[in-house]
């Protein structure tokens, strides 16, 4: 299973944070738990949380950028992608997929990827976060988002480059 190795379920404090949820409304059953294990995170961490539906995961990334420029600290977005017997799969996968990595890069804010891209609908059930899911991916996507949002306040708020010693230590032979 993919969420081998994931990082342990510690609680992270969002206070201060605000957060976009960003969901695609394809796939009622599997986007609703991906939305629901996003909430549950944001809300334990306190941070702010603002949800804008989308009809797919195409429109995700346009939405996503538009809520980080309207001054959100990260988005989470959350779509179903099912493969069909037609290309247009791999051309909306492609397309969610780096058009949100674009939007993280030109905004410098991050965006958790909870974006599902299945073989089947069962795949989807497995991974939505519902009662028998074995992974809960829209609480995923929600962690990383919060997780890189503070890791990018403290480099952010850090006063100053670093002193010379510290920036060339990793550079002098030991």
């Known amino acids: 299973m993919s969420g081998e190795g994931r990082p342990s379920g ?7 944070l605000t957060v976009a ?3 695609g409304t394809w796939h009622r059953e599997i986007a609703e738990g991906l939305l629901a294990g996003a909430r549950r995170v944001l809300a334990e961490s306190g941070a702010t949380t603002i949800e804008h539906p989308v009809p797919g995961s195409f429109e995700l990334p346009v939405v996503a950028k538009a809520a980080l420029e309207a001054g959100a600290d990260a988005a ?5 992608i099912i493969r069909g017997g037609t290309p247009h799969f791999e051309y909306v996968s492609s397309a969610a997929t780096d058009g949100l990595t ?5 905004t410098g804010k991050p965006v958790g990827f909870g974006v ?12 939505a976060g519902l009662p028998g899911s074995k992974e ?3 609480a995923e996507a929600a962690e990383a988002a919060l997780r890189t949002a503070l890791t ?6 850090a006063t100053g480059p670093p ?4 920036m060339w230590a990793s550079a002098i032979p030991g």
């Open 136 to 138: 809960d991916k829209g």
């Open 102 to 106: 674009r939007v993280a890069l030109d």
């Open 152 to 157: 990018l306040r403290a480099i952010r708020s």
């Open 10 to 16: 510690q609680r992270i404090d969002g206070t201060g």
């Open 76 to 80: 989470v977005a959350l779509g179903v």
């Open 21 to 23: 949820i960003v969901h």
């Open 163 to 166: 002193p010379a010693s510290r």
């Open 116 to 127: 599902l891209t299945l073989d089947d609908e069962q795949q989807g059930l497995d991974r």
